[in-house]
């Protein structure tokens, strides 16, 4: 190296930043330069976005102690660092050890790959930085998801162009709220549901007003409960917990081999209920459960909501872009029955995190909730704010008009069709592989299943096994299950998410299951079978033969 290149060397290395009037004006007027640290990884993410995460995503795990220590100094730096600085820390220490989600072998959670449009799109986004909680820091942001709004709930509730002309746009009314996701969503539907039911009526003030203690005495009841299945979605029991129904009053109904809600059993509670002089806030039923996909009979329990004179609501956060398809559409019959629904767009619309949303089939339904405050959502306004339970709001409702637009519903039913094709492939492979079992099987795109060598199944499953003995082995196959899960997770090919649940074959035993959901159109057969021959690898490994090798000498006692 030169004298000279010596000396730049040691001048770039002293040299800090510092808090000047001019520095803080660059870094809002001035973008980094196309060859700065920063600039070319925009440029790679934007040449090629599944390229850069597959470079610079560590496959292997790293332990969350191991991950901490690069994360313990909580003291806020008194001077400047350069933004080149911070991103060689991000890359290093954050990107190195996220999650590729996008991976078409990542196929244990509800997050997958994006549409390429959505990274500079979002851009704009973040670039406009929109608050919807007022039009005055939103203005077309505010029409813009008014029509998304409306697109959604053509989807579900299929009105006629003139109750969109009248009510999409009406400020007196809103037909749905976007909010950060499906917690948020239901909590704003059960929080309207709570509030008719507990109204304001004669001389009472309502709910909203005189707090749980005052409506249920005022309205006579003995104390108000939410119905679900025993599949529902944990946001349920924390929405009733916010709501001062306590989550002791979310009664969990029984689901059938399929993981469905058993009507004759809700009926009947139902009828209990009413017996005994509480109130039901809401009955909600599941679209697309968390845990297997399952989807309630939603005919059935409108026609329940109906006979008992109650909300209905329908969690189909993960199941509602299933109406796109006409050809399994048919399995959200009865979802246009409900007052409320729930769609996740950061789940089968594919945008990226932080946008759910609620659809109310009545456009004055929300109007049990309205807020107003003087300085900024004022009433008669078209402050989208005044019917949101969170103030500021970003502007995602562009990134699903952006979807919905781009893709269409003939490009929405293709991703929906393959993701539920796949999935019924997978359980066939699954189900012709001698040592895995299918536990259940898929209705929309997500499944369970576990690995169990042949002899063992053909013992759990005849007469030899009693019951005592089954509940044994299934213990210590939970183990082999967990150990498998663990491993293919830390060597960062492939990815299967794991869950507990009771079934058919094996009655009131909670067993361990590998859970997959395949949304990512990515993902191939071929990726699926690789998967399975990771798992049988890792089960004969000494680790897991080991752990094999006690159940086999328990089947031999």
């Known amino acids: 190296m030169s004298n000279l290149s010596s000396k730049k060397e040691v001048f770039k290395q002293k040299k800090i930043a510092d808090a000047t009037e001019k520095s803080l004006y660059r870094i809002f007027t001035v973008p980094e330069a196309p060859d700065s640290t920063l600039g070319q990884i925009d440029q790679r993410i934007s040449q090629n976005l599944i390229g850069f995460l597959q470079d610079h995503i560590v496959a292997t795990e790293k332990e969350p102690e191991e991950l901490e220590k690069d994360f313990v100094n909580a003291t806020i730096p008194e001077t400047p660092i350069f933004v080149s600085e911070q991103t060689d820390f991000l890359m290093e220490k954050v990107v190195a050890q996220s999650v590729h989600t996008s991976s078409p072998s990542f196929i244990g959670h509800m997050t997958s790959a994006l549409p390429y449009f959505m990274l500079p799109l979002s851009r704009i986004m973040l670039a406009l930085n929109q608050n919807l909680v007022k039009i005055e820091t939103s203005k077309a942001f505010t029409p813009l998801e008014r029509q998304v709004i409306g697109m959604l709930h053509r989807l579900i509730y299929s009105q006629q162009d003139a109750f969109y002309q009248t009510s999409m746009h009406d400020p007196t009314t809103a037909l749905g709220v976007l909010c950060s996701g499906g917690t948020i969503a239901n909590l704003t539907a059960?929080?309207?549901?709570?509030n008719m039911v507990l109204g304001a009526k004669g001389s009472f003030s309502g709910v909203?007003?005189?707090?749980?203690f005052a409506a249920l005495n005022y309205h006579g009841y003995r104390g108000a409960v939410v119905l679900v299945s025993d599949r529902g979605h944990y946001s349920i029991s924390k929405s009733a917990d916010i709501l001062g129904l306590g989550r002791e009053n979310i009664i969990a109904i029984p689901t059938d081999h399929r993981y469905r809600i058993k009507c004759d059993l809700l009926k009947a509670k139902m009828h209990a209920l009413q017996a005994e002089g509480v109130a039901i806030i809401s009955l909600v039923g599941v679209a697309g459960s968390s845990e297997t996909g399952s989807v309630d009979n939603l005919d059935a329990l409108a026609d329940l909501a109906e006979e008992y004179g109650c909300p209905y609501h329908v969690d189909a956060a993960w199941g509602g872009p299933t109406l796109f398809s006409d050809k399994y559409g048919q399995l959200l019959k009865g979802i246009e029955r409900a007052d409320s629904v729930t769609i996740d767009a950061h789940k089968q619309l594919y945008v990226p995190m932080g946008a759910g949303f609620t659809l109310f089939k009545h456009a004055a339904a929300l109007n049990e909730i309205e807020h107003h405050a003087d300085y900024i959502i004022r009433k008669g306004s078209r402050d989208l704010g005044s019917h949101t339970l969170e103030g500021s709001r970003p502007g995602?409702?562009?990134?699903?008009?952006?979807?919905?637009r781009i893709m269409g519903r003939q490009g929405y039913a293709l991703l929906v069709d393959r993701g539920i094709e796949r999935a019924k492939e997978f359980a066939e492979l699954i189900k012709t592989h001698p040592d895995?079992?299918?536990i259940s099987e898929p209705e929309l795109n997500i499944l369970t299943y576990r690995y169990v060598p042949s002899d063992l199944q053909n013992f759990l499953l005849n007469s030899v096994a009693d019951l005592e003995t089954q509940a044994a082995l299934n213990v210590k196959l939970n183990s082999v299950t967990k150990h498998i899960q663990k491993t293919q997770r830390d060597r960062g090919i492939s990815f299967v998410s794991r869950t507990k649940l009771t079934c058919e074959k094996y009655p009131e035993q909670s067993i361990t299951v590998f859970r997959v959901v395949l949304a990512n159109p990515l993902t191939t057969r071929k990726i699926l079978k690789q998967i399975l021959?990771?798992?049988?690898k890792i089960a004969i490994e000494p680790a897991g033969n080991e752990l094999l090798k006690q159940i086999l000498d328990l089947c031999n006692q």
Do not use: I
């Open 208 to 212: 909203n007003q005189a707090g749980m």
């Open 396 to 404: 995602m409702a562009m990134l699903v008009h952006s979807g919905l």
């Open 436 to 438: 895995f079992e299918l």
């Open 533 to 536: 021959v990771e798992q049988e």
């Open 190 to 194: 059960l929080w309207v549901a709570r």
